[in-house]
């Protein structure tokens, strides 16, 4: 009668160690599209990210767009955010918020850029690339 091979519980372990550290790394990031207006007060955070704009996004008066520091904003071709109520983005020097295109080789104006037709906004330790006009105060 034969027996099962085993496999060395060692040999199991160092198979089975990295694929449990991928699946649970802090570094992994889900994406999250954003493809409609902002009407209520919104928090977008860095564990989410990065944000992938797909379509024009209005942030309507009395809502407020918060970002948090380390977060990701991606946007795809010839699109922005124009905020009619607030946004409020706090990086930190250690964290900054980053703001740019989404194409695969990034140029310069790919994306539309911020326009802020309200008072009241922040941003503080913001990277912002690859935009026709970074920020456009109307």
């Given amino acids: 009668m034969s027996f099962p091979t085993r496999i ?10 990295p694929i449990i550290l991928l699946l649970i790394s802090p570094d992994t990031q889900a994406e999250t599209y954003v493809n409609s207006d902002i009407d209520v007060d919104t ?9 992938i704009v797909e379509e024009e996004v209005l942030v309507l008066e009395g809502a407020t767009l918060e970002i948090s520091p380390g977060t ?55 990277r912002i690339s690859h935009a026709y006009t970074a920020l456009h105060m109307s």
């Avoid at 928090?43 to 944000?51: A, D, E």
């Avoid at 991606?74 to 194409?103: H, K, M, P």
């Fill in 43 to 51: 928090t977008w955070i860095m564990g989410n990210g990065p944000y």
């Fill in 72 to 126: 990701q904003v991606y946007f795809e071709w010839s699109i922005g955010i124009t905020v009619e109520g607030r946004l409020i983005a706090d990086g930190t020097r250690e964290s900054n918020i980053v703001f740019r295109s989404n194409q695969i080789d990034p140029q310069n104006e790919d994306w539309d850029g911020l326009t802020f037709k309200s008072e009241g906004n922040r941003l503080n330790h913001c």
């Fill in 8 to 17: 060395p519980v060692p040999i199991i372990c160092l198979i089975a160690i």
